[in-house]
């Protein structure tokens, strides 16, 4: 058994025809030059009338730029947006962005995957997420991905491709950053908002929030406070306990952040944020094997009393001071973050039979405790040329991270009808430290040949250096025992852009760049084919991509759209030992991605904004994988869909004085994906199918405050985002698929001064 998988976890459709209608208005609109644009404040948006779409300020490569200007295939959310339509998790918005999709098995556990890149499992991230600038969660776990709630956020970036070389490991697939609002040092400002919904089969959701901005020394000195509560509802009930809405959810949190303006150079910023969050239940129901006919109903589940829940604690610290010297910019990045989960599951399925194998007790169930913690320290110095328009420009810079992380699991006998504990001991225990440090030094130069035509050429030389511990015990494990491993590995990641501007406002590029993920170790056990290999390599993947941006008919007309091919080789497989069902993981194989995304923004009059984005992503393995992970080459990578199209409409308007009207609708289509690969061919790979959402929403607001009704999923659709075997090991029985929220009504309202 190893510490990081010890088992397995593995709507309505939207007709083809209504898809091709969807993509081809896409399409259409792309030939016209058009694609979505979202902008960025730090304050709700204002009423907008203007016939120009607002420019996008992005930090993708690290300096402040327009989005416009990124050879890069990317999206930008606005917070504001998510926050008046009730779209406060990751979940709620995720397929509003193009080629990025979600493996949320529940209990705090999210896996993200952009262009495909995942081979399921619980395997290192492939998508790395960026939190004020400052690297978050985990490099060797994928359960650090945190639900930050946008309140406090600014914008959302979301990056697609290997963003290796200025970002390093873990952002191979691509990487989210989270831009938060900083402190203003020239007026009192603040914000409250409040907000209730209503579930179809479920209860009642709420939330309240508030930000004040304080001057404490004007254009020198400043502080922001902010802080929530929300209370997710529930709607799966579990008729094993008696129970209805099991999983429903809290989450609080707050962030105090300053700015110091102590030259006109010199600035220091200073941050720090807590956010808590818990779910009594999973929102998984119970499904017969590869199928869709529930086992009770199709918003049931049954699990043993105490278990499916999740608890996650996040805390962030960030430092940033920045200065010019003249000939070059100055900043540095220091940060300090903490991941906590705990998050008991119901695994009767996979180990209770083995209960009376090992106590002669039958009918007993089994709880799997995970405890998982993780405290990580960052630390970035760059340096990089004016941004004045010279021929040469640069940026160069040193990176340093030390992680640790403490592991823990176990497996419990328990009462199945109460939950509690049998008395009989643990039946497996296993308690693993790790830590992972990275040094790393990168850089890159662009040199413009002419105006309109130039090259970026970047590099990144990173060494990474790991420690492993097990300390098992417990009847399954033949008793205590203990090992221990190391890994190390060097990696060079590198990326090449050659960009060419037709007009100042429409660019063309290509981008050949690569990136990497962490390797590991495994448990030292031995297994029918002999011991298991102590240590598992980075992969490595190179990306080709060719883009073309550009805003037209005098900024009312936006589009970004791109074609790309993806080259995976020793990928991270997990495999599961025949002999014993210990899990473990190897280098084997290899996968390609190729794919088109088409985004786009439309302002044909005053006020009133058409948007909408597709993407296609053929995700598959290009070799057989060995025994023990069952994939042949042509098989789809998990949990991305083929198709994925997002179309939307929004129009503002004005209505007496300095009130105005807001009115908008959108259709989300998420295609169908394949869940984990199995252990064998005779334990078939779960299809979860498409599905297709729609949101309304309609308000009113003037200058100082806001109120807006809202409809998630306004045709009640049962989507899934997530399939898994209720017996891991074989793969062979009823699966737990994680159900999208069913259709909410709610209404948010937001003063601002």
């Known amino acids: 058994m190893n510490k990081q998988n010890p088992y397995q976890m593995k709507s309505r459709a939207l007709s083809k ?300 610290y960030t430092l940033q001071v920045e200065d010019s010297f003249g000939w070059a910019d100055f900043h540095s990045v220091s940060s300090y973050n903490q991941y906590k989960l705990v998050g008991p599951q119901d695994v009767t399925g996979t180990f209770g039979g083995l209960v009376n194998l090992i106590y002669g007790v039958p009918g007993l169930g089994v709880r799997i405790d995970n405890n998982n913690r993780t405290g990580k320290f960052t630390q970035e110095f760059r340096l990089s040329s004016p941004d004045d328009g010279r021929q040469l420009s640069w940026l160069g810079g040193v990176f340093f991270t030390n992680e640790h992380t403490a592991g823990y699991q176990a497996l419990v006998a328990v009462d199945r009808a109460t939950g509690a504990d049998a008395g009989l001991g643990l039946m497996y225990e296993d308690i693993y430290p790790s830590t992972y440090k990275e040094k790393a030094a990168f850089g890159n130069v662009t040199y413009k040949f002419t105006d309109a035509f130039d090259v970026q050429l970047g590099g990144r030389f990173s060494s990474t250096r790991q420690s492993f511990a097990n300390n098992y015990d417990g009847p399954l494990n033949g008793g205590p025992s203990s090992d221990s491993e190391g890994a190390s590995n060097n990696v060079w990641t590198y990326s090449f852009s050659p960009r060419y501007r037709f007009n100042p406002n429409v660019m063309m590029y290509g981008r050949v760049s690569t990136g990497y ?118 098989d789809r990578l998990p949990f991305s869909p083929l198709w994925s199209g997002n179309l939307s409409a929004d129009y503002t308007f004005p209505l007496h004085g300095s009130l105005d009207g807001n009115v908008g609708a959108g259709i989300t289509y998420v295609g169908d994906r394949e869940s984990d690969f199995t252990a064998s061919a005779q334990a078939q790979r779960f299809m979860l199918r498409s599905y297709t959402t729609a949101q309304l929403h309609a308000g009113v607001q003037s200058m100082d405050w806001s109120v807006s009704l809202y409809v998630k999923n306004l045709t009640d659709a049962r989507g899934y985002l997530s399939a898994t075997a209720q017996n891991a090991t074989t793969g062979v029985s009823s699966y737990g698929l994680l159900l999208i929220q069913p259709r909410t009504v709610g209404v948010s309202a937001t003063y601002s001064f």
């Not at 969807?22 to 907008?48: C, H, I, N, R, Y």
């Not at 209990?107 to 890149?117: K, N, P």
């Not at 060797?140 to 309140?151: A, C, G, N, R, W």
């Not at 831009?179 to 409040?194: C, E």
């Open 517 to 634: 993920r962490a390797g590991g170790a495994n448990a030292l056990l031995m297994d029918d084919r002999g011991i298991f290999p102590g240590q598992y390599k980075s992969d490595s993947l190179t990306s080709y991509e060719w883009g073309l941006k550009g805003d037209f008919a005098d900024h009312a007309l936006t589009l970004d759209t791109s074609l790309f091919y993806i080259d995976w080789t020793n990928i991270q497989l997990s495999e599961v030992s025949q002999a014993t069902g210990n899990s473990y993981y190897v280098n084997a194989g290899s996968a390609k991605s190729e794919g088109a995304e088409a985004s786009l923004s439309w302002r044909p009059l005053r006020g009133l904004t058409i948007a909408g984005n597709a993407a296609y992503t053929r995700a598959v393995l290009t070799e057989d994988t060995p025994d023990g992970t069952y994939g042949r080459s042509g």
């Open 17 to 316: 025809a209504t898809f091709v209608a969807l993509f081809g208005a896409t399409v259409v609109s792309s030939l016209a030059f058009v694609q979505p644009a979202f902008a960025q404040t730090s304050e709700p948006a204002k009423p907008d009338h203007a016939k120009n779409l607002q420019q996008v300020m992005v930090t993708a490569q690290k300096k402040s730029e327009s989005e416009q200007e990124v050879p890069i295939s990317m999206t930008v959310v606005e917070a504001a947006d998510l926050l008046n339509t009730g779209a406060s998790k990751l979940d709620d918005y995720y397929a509003q962005i193009p080629g990025l999709s979600v493996n949320d098995r529940g209990s705090g556990r999210t896996t993200l995957v952009i262009r495909g890149v995942s081979a399921g499992q619980q395997l290192n991230p492939t998508v790395g997420v960026m939190i004020d600038d400052a690297p978050f969660g985990s490099s060797t776990t994928d359960y650090s991905i945190s639900d930050i709630d946008p309140f406090d956020i600014d914008h959302i970036e979301v990056l697609r491709g290997p963003q290796g070389t200025l970002y390093g490991s873990s952002s191979m697939g691509g990487l989210i950053k989270f831009a938060m609002i900083d402190p203003n040092s020239d007026a009192l400002s603040g914000r409250v908002q409040s907000d209730v919904s209503s579930t179809e089969h479920g209860t009642m959701g709420y939330a309240a929030r508030a930000a004040i901005n304080l001057p404490l020394i004007k254009d020198k000195l400043a502080l922001r406070i902010s802080a929530f509560h929300r209370h997710d509802p529930g709607y799966v009930d579990d008729p094993g306990q008696g129970k209805h809405n099991v999983n429903d959810g809290d989450a609080d949190g707050g962030r105090v952040s300053a700015l110091w303006n102590v030259t006109g150079s010199l600035k220091v910023r200073a941050s720090a944020m807590a956010q808590n969050s818990s779910v009594n239940g999973g929102a998984r129901v119970d499904m017969l094997r590869n199928s869709y006919t529930p086992v009770d109903g199709p918003y049931d589940h049954r699990r043993l009393p105490g278990t499916d829940s999740g608890n996650v604690k996040t805390r962030i």
